[in-house]
């Protein structure tokens, strides 16, 4: 099972000293991509700009978007990105992964509508494919570049949870992105057993590409750290569910973290990506040493 790491685009204060930090941390230590998410409101960075910096900061990694509330942005904008970003990083943006997000409030910010996002995305994903294939958008406009590097486009992962996203998404994903805040093996089996069905009922050639997620924390005094950070993250669905799952996680120490990657191998996970609950570099260098152990 591959391992990658979310930046922490989300913790207040971060400077480019710190960024480049991680970068040189995530590049160098036995990790097979780097990933980061995207917000709206708060203190977050914006995803296109420190995955940009990531490409040009970094040598060996694979860069991944995880992910792109799609449907809040213009899909060609977002199909000229991407391309961009694999030239970037020399053609290592291998997977990207959309969305439909749900917050109301980020989709204002921008000027976007949350109504009719699920369908607005089916055609986003056909618009992007019409970019990177060269055709046109717009009559008599020619092709929109820059030409990328790769032989053919990056894998398209959906993240969705719901079983009727899911199967919107077996339409056209390669892949499903599953989230288990705590790393349970039965909720992301339970999400690639929906995938794995979905998929047929499409009938889809190979079998969607298994990527999970979950949060963790190896810092002093983790525990404490990682219930205030799922809190903060979850504020916006109300004290009560905020308070529910921040009491839920507990991938704060090294024992715990391993279990959680046996859970995310055990339900099939292909890659996991670590999402940390602080950005202290004893994050990422307490990790390496951990993934050194496990072999």
């Not at 790769?150 to 199967?167: D, F, N, V, Y």
């Not at 705590?182 to 047929?200: T, V």
């Not at 190979?206 to 005094?221: E, I, K, N, V």
């Amino acid at each position: 099972m591959k391992i990658g790491v979310c930046l922490p685009y989300m913790k207040a204060g971060l400077n480019r000293e710190d960024y480049l930090a991680w970068f040189k941390a995530v590049d160098e230590g036995p990790f097979h991509a780097i990933s980061c998410g995207e917000r709206v409101h708060g203190p977050t960075y914006d995803m296109r700009v420190v995955l940009s910096a990531a490409a040009m900061a970094t040598q060996r990694v694979e860069l991944t978007p995880t992910l792109y509330v799609l449907p809040m942005h213009n899909a060609t904008r977002v199909a000229k990105e991407i391309a961009t970003l694999d030239i970037l990083s020399g053609g290592r943006v291998n997977k990207v992964v959309v969305g439909y997000g749900g917050r109301e409030l980020d989709y204002a910010a921008v000027g976007a509508r949350f109504v009719g996002r699920y369908g607005r995305m089916d055609k986003q994903v056909a618009q992007m494919h019409q970019v990177w294939n060269g055709e046109e958008i717009v009559v008599g406009g020619g092709p929109i570049g820059p030409t990328p590097t790769w032989p053919k486009a990056p894998a398209l992962l959906a993240g969705a949870m719901g079983p009727k996203s899911i199967e919107r998404c077996a339409q056209w994903a390669d892949g499903l992105y599953a989230w288990s805040g705590n790393g349970e093996r039965e909720e992301l089996q339970r999400s690639f057993d929906m995938a794995d069905a979905a998929w047929a009922r499409a009938d889809r050639d190979t079998a969607p590409y298994r990527l999970g997620g979950f949060w963790y924390t190896l810092a002093d005094d983790g525990q404490s750290k990682l219930y205030d950070y799922v809190y903060e993250y979850l504020a916006i669905a109300g004290p009560e569910i905020a308070k529910m799952m921040a009491e839920s996680v507990h991938r704060s120490s090294a024992d715990a973290l391993l279990q959680g990657l046996d859970n995310a191998e055990a339900a099939g996970c292909e890659e996991v990506f670590l999402v940390p609950a602080t950005a202290e570099l004893a994050e990422i260098h307490r990790l390496a040493e951990l993934l050194e152990t496990r072999g």
